[in-house]
């Protein structure tokens, strides 16, 4: 299985950016696709989850702002960040896993397998 997470890049405050992830090595319509990230010195967190269904779910930190799609002919899952701020600033994973219930989508231990992150960094 493998998670290739790609897009990110240096942009301005208020900029967007698209990010990423080719999934491979595994049968995508089953799996629950999402987006962590992390910034220096803080912990892992969710940023939006693709589950197997049509249902998006996303941080109240970045509601109305990103949006995350899957595109199952291309087994690809992408996060398109709006008005970015500085605190956005981060690492962004993608990671997937078979089977979670909506409570346990943000809890990064309930994934199976990750991408190598690609850095996402906004200037004030």
């Known amino acids: 299985v493998q998670l290739q997470a790609s897009g990110g890049g240096l942009v301005q405050a208020g900029g967007s950016l698209r990010l990423s992830c080719a999934v491979a090595g595994l049968t995508f319509s089953n799996f629950n696709v999402a987006w962590f990230r992390q910034a220096p010195g803080k912990e892992r967190e969710f940023v939006a989850a693709a589950r197997r269904s049509v249902n998006k779910h996303y941080a109240d930190s970045v509601k109305g702002r990103f949006t995350i799609s899957r595109d199952s002919s291309r087994n690809t899952v992408n996060l398109q960040m709006e008005g970015l701020k500085p605190e956005d600033t981060a690492v962004y994973y993608c990671?997937?896993?078979?089977?979670?219930?909506?409570?346990?989508?943000?809890?990064?231990?309930?994934?199976?397998?990750w991408g190598q992150g690609t850095l996402v960094t906004v200037s004030s």
């Open positions: 990671a997937a896993s078979p089977g979670l219930i909506l409570s346990s989508l943000p809890d990064p231990q309930r994934y199976n397998y």
